[in-house]
């Protein structure tokens, strides 16, 4: 299943072409782009430690290891997002053929929101001297909830520069039918507008700050959700302008932070009420769970590329892998939903696990040349192909695992000799023990 989506997402011959019409000051001669990724793929799915053990496996690489990285800390973020915005494209009709339920019916919900990659090693020579943590960039990541897909990626080498203003690049493909979703973070009089401009509709949460309001119109009850009850307000933040909608959500529960009430803004049309704007919203939190896949199941920070490109290029490349990884979750659900209880949902992390145990095995036993082709197949034949061999699979070992409620662990500050202290855990179950009554 992992070939046929691989063939599918990210053929050899199509990587090329992207970086033919996309290297910018690059060029292939000995060394093509689609080994790197190839290499950068083995390492965000966990099949290789790191780059380098890839490239040490790999029979016939014809550069040496230098060059290899030579040519990963050299990747444009231009040519990083036309592979996932390319490869999205490329798997969104299987991910249709696989059948899916719109959140909101008649629209494409895009959430939008940034990442920061952490503090890597400190291999290169201006990093050595350093105390600070060497932070290599970060990307904002525009993501599908209804096809599970990253449909888009601006990756940043400054670690340090807004996102407010490179999110901007992101809505030139905003158009009619699209429905943005955005934390506070995002509530920009020009990112707003630009949705506005682009026909787009907009779900953002109210920023403390700005944009600010210059008229309000008068409040009206909305009806309550699961979560809490709501009303909404036309808002105009400049004179002319087509008014906007306020929603406001009083809590049942505060948030974490301790908020009981949230407000919405959004162009929405009246005939999309108040408690379906509040509870579309709460969608937005799919992406938080996305970028903890990313960093749990898969590879996508990788320490040893210190180089703010390099280090860019394996989130890419990670991302491709998560999309892969959805497909494969999506054809495992449709397969054995029919038997099933109501609700039951296929694993990454154990998809990933499977992946893991079983590639090597199987290159082994057969290698890539005799395995069927798959990549000239159209969509629904791909989708029917994936149906087939998602139904061999069993789904008790790639069930997701329902955990219970979190236990509050409170954390107050501390001094920081008390923090850098550190205790026996064999003494303390001792001294626990010996306590008992």
Same mark, same amino acid.
């Given at each position: ?72 800390? #050299?990747?444009?973020?231009?040519? =990083? ?15 249709? $053929? ?5 959140? =909101? ?24 001297? *350093? ?11 525009? %993501? ?30 905003? $158009? ?17 507008? #630009?949705?506005?401009?682009? *026909? ?7 920023? $403390? ?35 906007? #909608? ?15 009430? =949230?407000? &919405? ?92 145990? #079983? %590639? ?14 798959? $990549? ?7 989708? *029917? ?11 008790? *070992? ?29 003494? &303390? ?9």
């Amino acid at each position: 299943m992992v070939r046929l989506a691989l063939e599918r997402a990210m053929p050899a011959a199509w990587i090329d072409d992207v970086f033919e019409a996309n290297r910018q000051r690059q060029y292939p001669r000995e060394l093509l782009f689609s080994t790197v990724v190839e290499l950068l793929s083995l390492v965000s799915l966990g099949l290789r430690p790191s780059l380098h053990a890839a490239a040490r496996q790999m029979d016939n690489l014809p550069v040496t290891v230098t060059a290899l990285y030579d040519k990963v800390s #050299r990747t444009k973020p231009p040519l =990083l997002r036309a592979l996932v915005r390319g490869s999205a494209e490329r798997l969104a009709p299987v991910v249709a $053929g696989l059948g899916s339920a719109p959140c =909101l019916p008649g629209w494409q919900l895009r959430i939008v929101d940034g990442n920061h990659l952490p503090a890597t090693e400190k291999r290169l020579k201006p990093l050595r001297g *350093q105390r600070a943590a060497a932070l290599p960039g970060h990307s904002r990541v525009v %993501y599908d909830p209804d096809l599970d897909q990253v449909v888009d990626l601006q990756a940043c080498e400054d670690a340090y520069e807004s996102e407010r203003t490179g999110v901007l690049p992101l809505l030139d493909g905003a $158009g009619p039918g699209q429905l943005w979703i955005a934390d506070r973070h995002f509530c920009t009089r020009a990112i707003l507008q #630009r949705c506005q401009d682009a *026909q787009a509709g907009f779900i953002v949460r109210q920023h $403390g700050k700005h944009p600010p309001i210059v008229r309000e119109g008068t409040w009206q009850d909305g009806g309550r959700t699961a979560t809490g009850r709501t009303r909404e307000q036309a808002i105009e933040v400049d004179e002319g302008l087509q008014p906007w #909608r306020r929603i406001e959500l009083q809590l049942d529960t505060p948030t974490e932070s301790g908020e009981s009430v =949230l407000w &919405l803004w959004s162009n929405l049309p009246a005939t999309i009420d108040a408690r379906q704007i509040a509870d579309l919203y709460r969608r937005r939190w799919r992406i938080e769970g996305m970028f903890q896949r990313l960093e749990s199941v898969l590879q996508s920070e990788i320490r040893s590329l210190g180089h703010p490109r390099a280090a860019l290029l394996g989130f890419a490349v990670a991302v491709l892998a998560h999309n892969l990884l959805a497909v494969l979750k999506r054809s495992v659900e449709q397969a054995h939903r029919e038997r099933l209880t109501e609700g039951w949902e296929a694993s990454p992390y154990h998809l990933a696990v499977q992946v893991r145990s #079983r %590639y090597e095995g199987m290159l082994v036993a057969l290698p890539v040349e005799h395995w069927p082709a798959g $990549g000239d197949d159209s969509a629904s034949t791909l989708a *029917q192909r994936l149906l087939e061999l998602a139904r061999h699979i069993k789904p008790g *070992q790639v069930a997701t695992s329902k955990r219970g409620p979190k236990v509050d662990k409170p954390k107050a500050w501390v001094d920081a000799a008390t923090a850098r202290a550190h205790v026996s855990t064999d003494r &303390l179950i001792k001294a626990s023990k010996s306590k008992r009554p």
